[in-house]
């Protein structure tokens, strides 16, 4: 080991690695921060036109789960208990599906994502969470409250040509009432929980949501924008005179 191997580090070289690991945590808070205050000023929605009309209450409000030990018995209770036809919630039929395997049900939601044609009908996904039924897609209000929630539904040939679109960011896809039966465990649909709809009924059609102009995300971009081409050009200039 030599001399100067064995010195230790100078009081200048420590502090410009220090300053060189604490620059990028400082960035990053900096980001961080502006990120939350954009959001902050992100401009707010009326959400009242977005409630859907006419959709029937739920036939049994309260969600009790089966498990393992009460399984059987809350299931029967919940079985005896549901009125033939009433509305189901995903969530409480994903909480307790033997409960309400094999009843005629009512199901309401939002058509998401893609219709799939198969032979005889079509595969859907239908959503009856707070954003489909209540305040529309998150992109338009940025309210949120939950998480998505729904159930795989099929519609035999007659009923999947009367939706006109499915949702997506930026748009709510028809709303739709099914009545028909739940099946715990369909076998055409990979043993999942599914609704087998004899009827359809249309209560809200397909509407665009625009997502209102962010005029300070606007200014900010603008500015990050001028600051990256004028970082640029002066690269570029120092580069030709070096």
């Not at 200048?12 to 990028?24: E, F, I, N, Q, S």
């Not at 897609?137 to 519609?155: A, I």
């Not at 209102?212 to 640029?232: D, E, G, M, S």
């Amino acid at each position: 080991m030599t001399r100067r191997d064995a010195m230790p580090s100078s009081p200048r070289r420590r502090g410009r690695t220090r300053w060189y690991l604490v620059t990028p945590l400082i960035g990053l808070a900096i980001i961080v921060a502006g990120v939350v205050w954009l959001e902050s000023l992100a401009p707010e929605v009326d959400t009242v036109d977005r409630r859907v009309e006419g959709v029937p209450p739920l036939a049994m409000p309260d969600e009790r789960a089966c498990t393992r030990q009460t399984g059987e018995g809350v299931a029967e209770e919940l079985r005896d208990a549901f009125p033939q036809g009433g509305r189901i919630g995903s969530t409480q039929v994903h909480l307790c599906p033997r409960a309400f395997d094999g009843l005629g049900v009512t199901y309401v939601g939002e058509v998401i994502g893609e219709v799939l044609p198969r032979r005889g009908g079509a595969w859907v996904q239908v959503n009856d969470d707070i954003y489909a039924l209540e305040v529309g897609p998150l992109v338009g209000h940025r309210e949120q409250d939950g998480f998505n929630t729904g159930m795989s539904v099929w519609l035999p040939d007659g009923l999947h040509q009367q939706i006109e679109a499915a949702g997506r960011p930026g748009r709510r896809g028809d709303v739709i009432l099914v009545r028909g039966t739940l099946h715990q465990a369909d076998p055409d649909d990979g043993g999942g929980i599914t609704v087998r709809a004899e009827e359809l009924e249309v209560l809200a059609e397909t509407i665009e949501i625009d997502d209102p102009l962010h005029v300070p995300q606007l200014i900010v971009a603008i500015v990050l924008a001028i600051a990256a081409l004028a970082t640029v050009a002066w690269s570029r200039r120092t580069a030709r005179r070096a």
